[in-house]
């Protein structure tokens, strides 16, 4: 299995071995191929998303330090609406 090149490829990736796994066609064999396949697609996808995370974090923090931090949605408090 070669690596994914992108976050999406590794994501259709995952999609496809699903819809093969659980497909009544497919042998216990084949079955357990996939998922060594999946469980290295499930940990590129998780180390990327770790990566995108801290360079929003790193982006979030130089706008906080500039004092350019983008408002976000308004959050209510849901206690305040109950009463």
């Known amino acids: 299995m070669k ?3 992108t976050f999406e490829e ?3 990736r995952l999609e496809e071995i699903l819809a093969k796994m659980q497909s ?3 042998s216990l064999a084949e079955s357990v191929k996939l998922y060594a396949e999946a469980a290295n ?3 590129y996808c998780s180390r990327t998303l770790g ?3 801290l360079q929003i974090e790193e982006i979030d923090s130089r ?3 500039a004092g350019e931090v983008p408002d976000g ?3 209510k408090n849901d ?3 109950q009463t």
């Open 63 to 65: 706008l906080a330090a």
């Open 51 to 53: 990566k995108v995370s």
């Open 10 to 12: 590794g994501m259709t």
């Open 73 to 75: 949605p308004e959050v």
């Open 79 to 81: 206690v305040e609406e």
């Open 24 to 26: 009544d066609e497919t």
């Open 41 to 43: 697609l499930v940990e």
């Open 3 to 5: 690596a994914p090149k």
